[in-house]
T-cell receptor, first 113, second 112 residues
């Protein structure tokens, strides 16, 4: 079973500032998958990024980047140059093959113009 | 490809009634999972179906049940509704257990 902790419940920034969302996970599985999802006010969970446990390479995709540190069990997510449309609740999630997807409590991001 | 669809989008029921929610996965996806989201409990896993078989089940009472059809469409049923069942019910589909889950827009259930 996995456990995912998002210590930040709410973050408020001004447009164009960078936002970093923290995520710490716990798992006994040696192979697992980490995800970030965005939930706008409409309610639908939108997939953003995914990382496999055996690939610690960090990448940048547009304004999104992530920092996967297996040694500290962290999978942090950064939005660069935030925009008002980035306002949403962001969920970190973990999963092992054959197991359920476990979500953190979510971090509400408010980007003010 | 069309995304995951869920019907109905909104539902109002009274205590004691039962409700059936439907989910159509992305074409080609054989796994469907259901989640309940409430302000107090967050996102909680209900169950997962793969090729018409329940593969995983969360910690919910027996009033919550589901099934999957041969075309991978899935339904979940909640009997004897309670006020606490008011929630956003999300369905997700995936190719297999190692792949990313893609979510539908959800069904908002209000129990009065």
């Amino acid at each position: 079973a996995q456990k995912v902790t998002q210590a930040q419940t709410e973050i408020s920034v001004v447009e164009k500032e960078d936002v970093t969302l923290d995520c710490v996970y716990e798992t006994r599985d040696t192979t697992y998958y980490l995800f970030w999802y965005k939930q706008p006010p409409s309610g639908e969970l939108v997939f953003l990024i995914r990382r496999n446990s055996f690939d610690e390479q960090n990448e940048i995709s547009g304004r999104y980047s992530w920092n996967f540190q297996k040694s500290t069990s962290s999978f942090n997510f950064t939005i660069t140059a935030s925009q008002v449309v980035d306002s949403a609740v962001y969920f970190c999630a973990a999963k092992a093959a054959g197991n359920k997807l476990t979500f953190g409590g979510g971090t509400r991001v408010l980007v003010k113009p | 490809k069309a995304g995951v669809t869920q019907t109905p989008r909104y539902l109002i029921k009274t205590r004691g009634q039962q409700v059936t929610l439907s989910c159509s996965p992305i074409s080609g996806h054989r796994s469907v999972s259901w989640y309940q989201q409430t302000p107090g409990q967050g996102l909680q896993f209900l169950f997962e179906y793969f090729s018409e078989t329940q593969r995983n089940k969360g910690n919910f009472p027996g009033r919550f049940s589901g099934r999957q059809f041969s075309n991978s469409r899935s339904e979940m049923n909640v009997s004897t509704l309670e006020l606490g069942d008011s929630a956003l019910y999300l369905c997700a589909s995936t190719l297999n257990s190692r792949e990313t889950q893609y979510f539908g827009p959800g069904t908002r259930l209000l129990v009065l």
